[in-house]
């Protein structure tokens, strides 16, 4: 099992930044590749960004690409996403996922734990 508790979300203005942290506990943490989810009312969740096992292959949704990183740290057991200008559409809870395996991808049903999401509102 592998608990993850996403923090850093809140109320930040149109232009702004953001960054999301998700710290995992439980098994080894270098075994898991790691995505970014988020869920706005109404949609499906959809991913974000995802990172592989060892951190040299990433993926970005076109939403975000060009204005956002993903980095983790395997000693600390930590994931996290950063956000620059930041548009209204990015409003939505945003979710940590974990899966088995070194690979990246960038389907939710192919990952194996979430953490309980972080909201993220973006004013206007």
């Known amino acids: 099992q592998v608990q993850l508790v996403e923090s850093g979300g809140g109320l930040v203005q149109a232009g702004g930044s953001l960054r999301l942290s998700c710290a995992a506990s439980g098994r080894t943490f270098s075994n898991y590749a790691m995505g970014w989810f988020r869920q706005a009312p109404g949609k499906e969740r959809e991913i974000v960004a995802a990172m592989d096992w060892s951190g040299f292959r990433t993926y970005y949704a076109d939403s975000v690409k060009g204005r956002s990183a993903i980095s983790r740290d395997n000693a600390k057991n930590t994931v996290t996403l950063q956000i620059l200008s930041l548009k209204p559409e990015d409003t939505a809870v945003y979710y940590c996922?974990?899966?088995?395996?070194?690979?990246?991808?960038?389907?939710?049903?192919?990952?194996?734990?979430w953490g309980q999401g972080t909201q993220v509102t973006v004013s206007s």
């Open positions: 996922a974990a899966r088995t395996g070194s690979g990246v991808t960038t389907r939710a049903d192919e990952y194996d734990y």
